[in-house]
């Protein structure tokens, strides 16, 4: 059974940089594409961008100046960092698997990352 | 980028009654397309893709239909733990991008 956690610090300060990490387990991190996914409160869901055959990336145009993520395959989990924060980026962050092209079949629990003085 | 437009916002329907959700894309996207359905403090889970086919474990009473610009999301008949919203997700163009979602709830 797949399973994917998410973990980070907690609250970010403005103009900061937030970062998440995504342990996978029951699945080999170097055998498909993984992504991260956030969703505003009470709002709808954005794709961030994936991370496939153990490095190459794919970024949402609207955040890519912003985002990296990375891969640890010894630690079979991946990472994620967005700098400059605004209250914008206030969100539920899901970390998940993607498969058959761009469906996302396995998903984290999501963590809420408040950007906040 | 290509926006999805689900309609209605709101769905008001009765258990045992059939829902219909509608997606449309803002440029054809083939039959790249996904439907997932999110609780309250849960992520989404998905329920189709390629349009058309059902996830593994999906009930047989989630159907989903439709190709090039117009989809839809058919629940033949609503079971108590169907009232949810529901989000369309296009996967023929990056970046992947998904509607605003239908929320069906009870009446």
């Known amino acids: 059974q797949v399973q994917l956690q998410e973990s980070g610090p907690g609250p970010v300060k403005p103009s900061e940089t937030l970062s998440l990490t995504c342990n996978v387990s029951?699945?080999?991190?170097?055998?498909?594409?993984w992504s991260w996914i956030r969703q505003p409160p009470g709002r709808g869901l954005e794709w961030i961008g994936y991370?496939?055959?153990?490095?190459?990336?794919n970024y949402n145009p609207s955040l890519k100046s912003r985002v990296t993520i990375s891969v640890d395959t010894s630690k079979n989990q991946f990472s994620l960092r967005l700098s400059s924060v605004t209250a914008a980026d206030t969100a539920v962050y899901y970390c998940?698997?993607?498969?058959?092209?761009?469906?996302?079949?396995?998903w984290g629990q999501g963590t809420l990352v408040t950007v906040s003085s | 980028e290509t926006v999805l437009t689900q309609s209605p916002g709101t769905l008001s329907l009765s258990p045992g009654e059939r829902a219909t959700l509608s997606c449309r894309a803002s440029q054809t996207v083939s039959s790249y397309l996904a439907w997932y359905q999110q609780k309250p403090g849960q992520a989404p889970r998905l329920l189709i893709y390629a349009a058309s086919s059902r996830a593994t474990g999906i009930p047989d009473r989630f159907s989903g239909s439709g190709s090039g610009t117009d989809f839809t999301l058919t629940v033949s008949r609503l079971e108590p733990e169907d009232f949810a919203v529901y989000y369309c997700?296009?996967?023929?163009?990056?970046?992947?991008?998904f509607g605003q979602g239908t929320k069906v709830e009870v009446k």
């Open positions: 029951g699945d080999s991190i170097s055998s498909y594409y």
């Open positions: 998940a698997r993607q498969n058959r092209g761009g469906i996302f079949d396995y």
């Open positions: 997700q296009q996967y023929g163009y990056s970046p992947w991008t």
């Open positions: 991370l496939y055959n153990s490095g190459s990336t």
